[in-house]
């Protein structure tokens, strides 16, 4: 059974820095491994996404002030933040398009979420 288990976010002043980390289990192999986010009122976006070999992409709304990041050997993925801004306010969902053990396609998985709220 595929779980992604991410750590637990929290409250931070704007300007402040968080850390994000997903670790991923039960899988085979990922292909790309990501954080989405989703402000009340708001559709699920994407932040960043990072493929298997290293390559990282980034919405706008996060370019110079996140970083995405990925340990294959541990299958978790990590999001550092920087400068956060109150319009990073949202639930922080990880995400890996993966083949699960005893699986025969490709799918994506979901972490349960975490909540990163930022004041001004």
Do not use: H
């Not at 991410?6 to 670790?23: D, H, M, R």
């Not at 541990?74 to 990073?88: R, W």
């Amino acid at each position: 059974q595929v779980q992604l288990v991410e750590s637990e976010g929290g409250l931070v002043q704007a300007g402040g820095s968080l850390s994000l980390s997903c670790a991923a289990s039960g899988i085979m192999f990922s292909i790309n491994m990501g954080w989405y986010r989703q402000a009340p009122g708001k559709e699920r976006e994407l932040v960043a996404v990072i493929t298997s070999g290293g390559t990282p992409n980034y919405a706008d709304s996060v370019k110079g002030r996140f970083t995405i990041s990925r340990d294959n050997a541990k299958n978790t993925v990590y999001l550092q933040m920087n400068g956060l801004k109150p319009e990073d306010t949202a639930v922080y969902y990880c995400n890996t398009l993966a083949r699960g053990y005893g699986q025969s396609q490709l799918r994506d998985y979901w972490g349960q979420g975490t909540q990163v709220t930022v004041s001004s």
